[in-house]
């Protein structure tokens, strides 16, 4: 109870969710696999803070929730992605919401662009056709740019 008094409910699920995004950021970086236990995970601690799905109004999020997982689901069925990535974002829309979920995307697709485009001037060549590629560490970033936006205007949303 006193963390919950230090970070609020909402300063625990951010902590919760950064400790998943860094584990499956290393897992995915390194083997190509979410740890997709984990995510029910932070469901359950969402329930215990009453956030998100498990608000008052739990409609938002459960939109955003199947929205983008069924974004990730036709980005893995038409684009060889991955069904953790699918599974990471239904879960991750159900406790943040849409504009939360919005920052996020955006984000990890922006620092995807600059990681792939530096890694291609570096190497010198550009990569021609399909790629596949880890999500959860881009990500992981587009949560700590949520995180610094929301802080920076008085509180995580």
Known sequence: ??????????????????????????????????????????LVTAAI?????????????ILT?????????AQALFFEGGGGDVILMLVMGLIYGLV????????????????????AILRGKVIHGRMTFPYAPFL?????VYLLIFMNMGGIS
């Open 100 to 119: 939360p979920m919005l920052i996020m995307v955006f984000a990890s697709a922006f620092a995807s662009v600059i990681w792939y485009a530096l890694a």
């Open 65 to 73: 929730g199947v929205i983008f997982g069924l974004l990730f689901l």
């Open 1 to 42: 109870m006193y963390l919950l008094k230090i970070l609020g409910a909402r300063g625990i699920m951010a902590a919760a969710t950064l400790i998943a995004l860094a584990v499956s950021a290393i897992t995915d970086a390194r083997r190509r696999v979410l740890p997709v236990a984990l995510y029910p995970l932070l």
């Open 49 to 61: 803070l009453d956030l998100g799905v498990f608000s008052a109004n739990p409609q938002q999020y």
């Open 140 to 144: 992981a970033v587009g949560f700590v």
